[in-house]
């Protein structure tokens, strides 16, 4: 949550603004490709099913110290949700994409960061009813 006791008095005005469309997350997920067809099975069993897909390169100095890793081939899924889905969709993603009990090197990486807004093009809704 933001912390409005600090904000400038010229802020004031986008604080209303605000406090009606905070409360969605986007969620950036890098996987192994073998893995999509059954992480999109399992997002879809909870009700998430709005997504965009890429092929992605990735690309590391080194892994563990032992070896430069150059154009690693991933999926990346993002997905933006309303607060209340963030929890177990990160932890299906999560669950899905782990290699084995303990997981290896090159599972891929989630990142979870906020958005601001969401504006639905085709009506113009905005916030948490647009996602």
């Known amino acids: 949550m933001y912390d409005w006791k600090n904000l400038d008095a010229a802020l004031l005005p986008r604080k209303k603004f605000f406090s009606k469309i905070v409360g969605m997350k986007r969620i950036i997920a890098l996987i192994r490709p073998k893995k999509w067809t059954a992480i999109r099975e399992a997002l879809s069993q909870i009700a998430v099913e709005r997504m965009t897909v890429s092929d992605v390169l990735g690309y590391a100095d080194s892994v563990h110290g032992k070896f430069p890793v150059e154009n690693a081939q991933y999926v990346q ?38 958005v601001d807004d969401t504006i639905q093009i085709k009506n113009g809704s905005r916030g948490k009813g647009a996602v």
Do not use: C, H, W, Y
């Not at 999560?94 to 290699?99: G, M």
């Open 77 to 114: 899924v993002v997905i933006v949700v309303n607060d209340d889905f963030l929890d177990r969709t990160v932890s299906t993603i999560e669950k899905v994409a782990k290699t084995g009990k303990d997981g290896m090197s090159g599972d891929g990486k989630i990142f979870v960061l906020p």
